[in-house]
């Protein structure tokens, strides 16, 4: 049996109670809030570049990438979204999300304001050819393993329950079979190439603590949850929490 740290507990179930997770009351379904936010961000970077006039090669290959991610995540949800996001929650439910989400938003505004040199930022410049073709091929990769695993464990589930079955059972196959958490290695890929495009500071002073104090008690949450199946440690002993374990291989169960 998983057990969860206890300050990944803590964090964890503070991160629940923010997103009303299993309180389902409010007039605000969150997954559309999400949507919406995300969905939004191609228009926000845009409306930036046009109200600072700046149209640079970064600037576009940032509107390009964070753009279409948005769009993806609408298509995900809409298509094969996750339950988790699909209570209702309130006002402050409501604007907590935005707000929390909107910390996505200051990478933009850093590379618009700095090239418009509205910030001050110390000598900076933004990335050149070699970065953004890296930042382009983290966020493909990326977006394949989040979408992609994220497809997979959804649809499984959703099918497992339509067979009566609810959730039992470990998903250990496709995405699952080499690493247990692929879903945030993804999302860690895409929002780490937003942040080689930009190329200081800030955005990884935002992300950072994100990926410790929200993404990393969620997987733990996520293990200590699963820990209760049976093959669960044979799966962890083959798995990698975030990347695959070197010289392990898959066994060919059917997940």
Not at 31 to 57: C, E, R, W
Not at 169 to 194: D, Q
């Amino acid at each position: 049996m998983s057990v969860m740290p206890g300050w990944a507990g803590a964090l964890h179930r503070i991160a629940s109670r923010a997103i009303g997770e299993g309180r389902n009351r409010g007039p605000f379904p969150l997954n559309a809030v999400i949507d919406v936010h995300k969905g939004s961000t191609g228009v926000f970077v845009l409306v930036l570049m046009q109200a600072y006039d700046v149209f640079t090669p970064s600037a576009y290959v940032y509107l390009a990438l964070h753009g279409t991610y948005g769009i993806a995540w609408v298509i995900k949800d809409l298509t094969v979204g996750d339950r988790r996001w699909r209570h209702r929650v309130g006002v402050p439910g409501a604007l907590g999300t935005w707000a929390f989400l909107s910390l996505y938003w200051v990478a933009p505004v850093v590379l618009i304001l700095g090239q418009a040199g509205e910030l001050d930022l110390a000598g900076w410049t933004p990335a050149g050819p070699m970065q953004l073709a890296a930042a382009v091929v983290a966020y493909v990769v990326g977006l394949v393993l989040m979408i992609g695993a994220d497809a997979q464990k959804n649809t499984l589930l959703a099918r497992r329950e339509n067979a009566g079955a609810g959730d039992a059972g470990l998903i250990t196959t496709g995405f699952y079979a080499r690493v247990r958490h692929p879903n945030y290695l993804g999302e860690i890929l895409i929002y780490g190439g937003f942040a080689l495009v930009v190329d200081h500071w800030i955005p990884w002073a935002i992300l950072v603590p994100v990926w410790v104090l929200f993404f990393l008690p969620n997987m733990l949450a996520i293990d200590a949850s699963l820990s209760r199946y049976p093959g669960f440690e044979e799966w962890r002993e083959r798995t990698g929490f975030l990347l695959p374990r070197p010289g392990r291989r898959s066994s060919a169960g059917d997940g």
